[in-house]
């Protein structure tokens, strides 16, 4: 089995910093795409940012230029440093892991996600 544990969310203030962090640990073979979504009650789940194996990376257009993700292969972890928070970032944020296993299977895992609250 796979689990995925995200850690970093809290409360900041309009203009701050936080750093999301998320680990999956299991009979692991290898990583493919690593992503973070984030879900307002009421609202679907939306995609903030993606990151491939090599390296290459997506985000909406609402965070471009303020969030960045990156990966570390050798920890099966995937990271999102968020800058210039604004309120409307205030979410529950997920990450999600297309994980290969045994025997060439492949799935996706989420994280239990992490409040993020951007408030004065």
């Known amino acids: 089995q796979v689990q995925l544990v995200e850690s970093g969310g809290g409360l900041v203030q309009p203009g701050g910093s936080l750093r999301l962090s998320c680990a999956a640990s299991g009979l692991i073979v290898s990583i493919n795409d690593m992503g973070w979504y984030r879900q307002v009650p009421g609202n679907q789940r939306e995609l903030v940012a993606t990151?491939?194996?090599?390296?290459?990376?997506y985000y909406a257009d609402s965070v471009k230029g303020r969030f960045t993700t990156s990966r570390d292969n050798a920890k099966n972890a995937v990271y999102l440093q968020m800058n210039s928070l604004k309120p409307e970032d205030t979410a529950v944020y997920y990450c999600k892991m297309n994980v290969v296993r045994r025997f060439g299977v492949t799935s996706d895992y989420w994280g239990q996600g992490t409040q993020v609250t951007v408030s004065s």
């Open positions: 990151i491939t194996r090599l390296g290459f990376t």
